[in-house]
């Protein structure tokens, strides 16, 4: 996945600016995510990937970065 695809993801489930959304920026400090937003954008990423994002595994992705790792790592 591309960065600019995930921003895309990122924006609708949370209601960012786009700008905010970079490799560095945290979910909850920058991005202003809470929990529930957290929930909202996996499910968007597993429609979006056609996978699943295990709960642990999510609490773990602090960052878009950690995201776009993940997603790469795990479809093909």
Same mark, same amino acid.
């Given at each position: $996945? ?9 924006? *609708? /489930?949370? +209601?960012?600016?786009? %700008? ?8 909850? @400090?920058?991005? %202003? /995510? ?5 929930? %909202?954008?996996?499910?968007?990423? %597993? *429609? ?5 994002? /295990? *709960? @642990? @595994?999510?609490?773990? $992705?602090?960052?878009? +970065? *950690? ?8 479809? /093909?």
């Amino acid at each position: $996945m591309e960065l600019n695809e995930l921003k895309k993801i990122i924006v *609708d /489930a949370l +209601g960012c600016e786009e %700008e905010k959304v970079t490799l560095e920026a945290s979910l909850m @400090e920058d991005l %202003e /995510a809470d929990s529930l937003d957290i929930v %909202e954008l996996q499910m968007s990423l %597993e *429609d979006e990937c056609s996978l699943t994002i /295990a *709960d @642990e @595994e999510l609490r773990q $992705m602090k960052t878009v +970065g *950690d995201i776009l790792t993940y997603l790469n790592t795990h479809t /093909a």
